[in-house]
């Protein structure tokens, strides 16, 4: 009977161990599941703040983008590579722009003109467009924005 309860005193006692080992181990994993918690929370913080800075500029700059649409435009053309037929090419855009701005409304306007042979041919031009009424929805800059690259 002494046997038997020494050997239940050291089978309680080995369990006492485990579980103390196992409670170390659990303490040690909850805390570095905290800390890698902290981090992320840390980390989502951070990404937080940059979004709402991204939103807050991409606001003002759908504001910037509204007011802008609303003014004259400016319109530089210059040949790209093509010599002549490049250059006449220019002066086709130049005249399709100046009926375009006639269509709308606006006034067309030559800033700066070098024209070289053939007749027609334009090596630079500078021209400004402006809408003859005040109609932000109807100005020249919101239509013409996009205008942009080399045609080959």
């Not at 800075?53 to 759908?62: A, H, P, S, V």
């Not at 010599?83 to 100046?98: R, S």
């Not at 334009?122 to 800059?141: C, G, T, W």
Request: glycine letters at 8%; proline letters at 2%; zero cysteines.
């Amino acid at each position: 009977e002494l046997l038997q309860q020494r050997d239940q005193e050291s089978k309680a006692t080995a369990t006492a161990e485990e579980m103390r080992e196992l409670m170390l181990l659990y303490d040690s994993e909850l805390e570095a599941a905290e800390s890698r918690l902290n981090g992320f929370s840390e980390m989502l913080e951070q990404e937080l703040l940059i979004f709402q800075r991204e939103e807050l500029r991409g606001d003002r700059l759908e504001e910037l983008d509204a007011a802008a649409n609303g003014r004259d435009a400016v319109l530089e053309l210059m040949p790209g590579v093509g010599g002549q037929e490049a250059a006449l090419f220019t002066g086709e855009l130049m005249n399709m722009y100046e009926r375009f701005a006639e269509q709308r409304g606006w006034q067309f306007e030559v800033e700066s003109l070098i024209e070289v042979q053939p007749e027609g041919a334009v090596n630079f031009a500078s021209v400004r467009i402006a809408a003859s009424n005040h109609d932000e929805e109807n100005a020249p800059f919101g239509w013409l924005r996009h205008e942009s690259g080399v045609h080959r």
